[in-house]
Each structure stands twice: as structure tokens, then as C-alpha cells.
């Protein structure tokens, strides 16, 4: 279940000869989570005799786990006309969140211990677990942007563009956690499931040119050209 709600707040304000507009505004979200799945230890070994493959089932378990969080995400935004109906800038800043998908999220650990020979398991190895992460949380970042966009015309608009996003934490998939007393009875295994890491900060230019070609005729008049 999510609860959300968002405030926002618009001005406009001269300063320095450039009628600026902007708003600022926060929003708020709570998550609440409730998966159910099944927990399933299977031993595999070989049967000497026949070399064929034996599975026992050692434990199979329906399980509920629940989890919340709440993110607060403010955000702002600026933009003026410093050459009236010419040039523009514009600045943002804001923070934002984004859930992990839901498969992820599920209980479901599906385990397999094997002989030594065995070639069953997350990494190919006997003693392995595939599960899912109940205790994910979103991805989270602050983005900032800063633009310029210039009208030399009414059909036609050049802009540049600066963007950087913060990314605080990162959902990572199909990692091998070593050493999980997975079913609290002391046995240690290999986990292959889906965690939260350490983000990162990408930033970059953004170059764009777009024209609507008005000088061709008829129903060509529509065309335009977006780069």
C-alpha cells in the first residue's frame, strides 16, 4: 500500500530586469509491503548404483513478511526569460525515488544441497539458494539540471543543457551473498538474490536542435526536424 500526498507553491518575482517564475513544492510517500512466498530446501544426490539423480525434499514452507518505509522528496524549479521571448534559462533540483520492481520483493528462497557431484545450484556449486529480498528499498537521488533555450525563430529552438544525479542507493540484481544461515539452523549458504548497494553520480551535456519546416507546402508543412 503507498500513501502520498504533495504540496506545491508557485511565485513569480523580478530581479536584476528578468521576470522569473518557479515553484516549490514537497512530497511525501509512504510504502508499506506484504509478500508471501515459499521457502523450499531440496538435497539432491547420486545413487551410486544406477548414477542416477535422487531429490529429497527437506522442507517446504509458506512465508509472510511485511515492510515500510517513507521518503520525504523536496523539489524546485526556476526559469527566466533573460532575452524576452529569445533566450531562456532554466535550473532544478529535486529529489526522487523510484520502488523496486515486485518480483523482487517476493520471499520465495528455493535452496539445493547436493553431493559433490552435483551440478544443481545458483553458481553451479551444491550448496546454493535463489530468493528473493523482502527488506528492499527504492532507488534514491537528487537531481540538479540546468538549462539555456534560444528561439532565434517561432518554428525553431537550440538548447544546452547540464544534468547531474546523486544516486543514493542502487538496487542490484542476481548478486551471490556467501555465508547466510538462511533457515536459522546454523548450515551456511551461497544466496543469489537482489540487494541494496552504494550508488553513484552520473552527469553530463545535453546538445538539442529541433525546427518545424513551415516553408514546405501542403500537408508537408507539418514536418520537422528533432535532433
Known amino acids: ?39 523450499s530446501y531440496r538435497a539432491y544426490s547420486l545413487n551410486p548404483s544406477t548414477n542416477a539423480r ?15 518505509y517513507s521518503d520525504v522528496l523536496p523539489s524546485f524549479n526556476l526559469s527566466g526569460w533573460v532575452i524576452p521571448d529569445k533566450l531562456v534559462a532554466r535550473i532544478g533540483w529535486g529529489k526522487v525515488m523510484a520502488r523496486p520492481f515486485i518480483d523482487k520483493l517476493t520471499p ?9 557431484q552435483s551440478i544443481y545450484g545458483g553458481d553451479g556449486s551444491a550448496d546454493d539458494c535463489t530468493a ?7 532507488f534514491r537521488a537528487t537531481n540538479k539540471d540546468a538549462s539555456v533555450e534560444w528561439y532565434p525563430s517561432r518554428d525553431s529552438q537550440l538548447s544546452l543543457a547540464f544534468f547531474r544525479k546523486d544516486i543514493r542507493s542502487y538496487i542490484q540484481n542476481d ?12 548450515v551456511l549458504w551461497d544466496v543469489k538474490t537482489s540487494i541494496n548497494s552504494q550508488g553513484a553520480v552520473t552527469k553530463g551535456w545535453e546538445l538539442a536542435g529541433r525546427t518545424a519546416l513551415t516553408m514546405l507546402p501542403g500537408l508537408f508543412s507539418g514536418l520537422g526536424l528533432d535532433a
Open 1 to 39: 500500500s503507498i500513501r502520498a500526498f504533495y504540496v506545491r507553491a508557485d511565485f513569480s518575482h523580478e530581479l536584476f530586469g528578468i521576470e522569473w517564475d518557479g515553484n516549490v513544492g514537497v512530497r511525501y510517500a509512504g510504502t508499506r509491503t506484504r509478500a508471501t512466498g515459499l521457502q
Open 54 to 68: 535422487v531429490e529429497t525434499i527437506v522442507a517446504n514452507q509458506i512465508v509472510t513478511y511485511e515492510n515500510k
Open 108 to 116: 520465495t528462497i528455493s535452496c539445493i544441497k547436493g553431493s559433490g
Open 132 to 138: 528473493g529480498n523482502v527488506n528492499l528499498e527504492p
Open 175 to 186: 548478486v551471490t551473498v556467501g555465508g547466510v544461515d538462511v533457515f536459522g539452523d546454523g
